[in-house]
Each structure stands twice: as C-alpha cells, then as structure tokens.
C-alpha cells in the first residue's frame, strides 16, 4: 500500500511595499510634536492620497521622506522609511533623487526671474545627459504639459500658479523618477485646471508607471484619481482604505467632503468628540 505525500500549500510572498512609512514619530524644535507614529505604503506603480485638514501633519509626513525636513528644526525621533526595499531617512535630499524619489514642494517653489524651460532644464542636474538626451527629457515633459512648451521662454514668475504647476512637476521628471511626492498640487489654482492637472498626474502613473504620493486637502478629487487613501489627523493616521471605499465612507463624507445621509452639513455642526472616539477607540 502506497501512500501520497501531502504538500503544504504554497503560500505567495506578499510583495516588498516601494515606499514604506513604519511608525514614524516627528518633532519640531526639540519641543513640538508633530508626527505621532506615522505608518503609510505605497505600492510600485500605484497613486497613494495623503488627506487631511491643514495642519493634519502632511507635508511633514513627505518631508519626512524625502529627508528635508532636517532643513526646518525636524527630527525624526522614532520609526524609519523604506525606499524599493532599502532604509533612506539617513540620506540627503540629493541622493534620494538620484534613486528615483523626487518631491514637489508645496507652493511650488519655481525660479520665478527663470524662463519655464530654464526651470525644467534644473530637474536635470542630477543625471548626465547629452545634449540630445536633455532635448529628449525636455519633449517628453512638453508632451504631457504641452501648456509648458507654449509658454517654454515665458518668465515663470509671471505665469499662472496652475502654470507654474505644472512646471514644478515637469521639473521634478526631468529627474526622472520612479516616484513623486507631490505636496497640495490643487493648493491656489483654478478647479479646471485642478482637473487638468490630475489627469496628467494620472497618465504619468499609466503610461510612465511613475508612483505617486499626493497630500491634498481636496478630498474629493483626490480619491477620484488615487487608489488607495490614509486620513491624518493631528499627526496620526486616523482611516485608510481604498480610495472608493474612502469615498463612500459616511464618516468622509460628512466630514471631509461635507455631505452625508442626511444632506450637506456645515463644519459648525460637526460633533469633533463623536468621531475622534468612533475612529480611535
């Protein structure tokens, strides 16, 4: 009489996160904290929207990141973040780029006395490139901005923040990056252009495969182009889901889009204390 072996099941390794956030803890000044046990992912290929109100702790969690916190009295006094695989909050901003992780700060920040092409033509200090490489890098940005390449010798100072925008991302390719962190993109510009924008940073991730980590105040339009969602609040991490899963949450909706079940709501009738202890509890 024979007997069958039985084989254990093979279980699939769950893929290494591209970017991993693991209990990150901020302070400021040695005296304020900011972040209190951060954790976040974000998957290879993927857009992940960080919300929130303003003061939520956003743009410290990507600074954080991208190591230039150190340059406004941070410090990261507990956690660590993971970059394909590797630990990265030791490294300079500079050497993060050149691994493939680019951000594009709040405000913009473009050369406002430089042209927009003399702006672009920054992000690629890090690579070098031939002459016709750069021109390459250059029309690609062009091809996904072409509202740059109309406006490529026009002061950047004098263009329209959506303009200027774009010209922050497209500089941030001219790097190119594997992954963006883009910090408030709808902060000051018109909602068409809002929408413009968005669907650029979406084609960028499918044509591209670049991934992106986006803090946004704007709820809305967020998780109708991200696929996964966190929600700080006073520097913790307070929901997350999918991001349709987010949108149809009662919670966000009353909340953060400002309707509900019972219709629109203004925030003087929000009950703070009710949704802090249903959520954190």
Known sequence: MT????QAPIQAETP????SVNNIEVIYDHVILVLKGVSLQVPQGKIVALLGANGAGKSTTLKTISTLLRGERGDVTKGEVQFKGERVDQLTPNELVKRGLSQVMEGRHCFGHLTIEE??????????????????????????????????????????????QMCAIGRALMAKPSMILLDEPSMGIAPQIVE?????????????????????????????????????????????GQAQELASNEDVKEFYLGVSSAGRKSFRDMKFYRRRKRWLA
């Open 3 to 6: 007997h069958t072996a039985t």
């Open 16 to 19: 290494t996160p591209y970017l």
């Open 119 to 164: 702006n672009l033509l920054t992000g690629a200090y890090t690579r070098s490139l031939s002459r016709g490489e750069l021109k390459d890098a250059l029309d690609k940005v062009y091809h996904y901005f072409p509202r740059l390449k109309t406006r490529r010798s026009s002061q950047a100072g004098y263009t329209s923040g959506g303009e200027q």
């Open 196 to 240: 413009e924008i968005f669907g650029i940073v979406k084609d960028l991730n499918l044509k591209e495969n670049v991934s992106f980590l986006l803090a946004e105040q704007n709820t809305n339009v967020a998780l109708r182009y991200a696929d996964f969602g966190y929600i700080l609040e006073n520097g913790r991490v307070v929901m997350e």
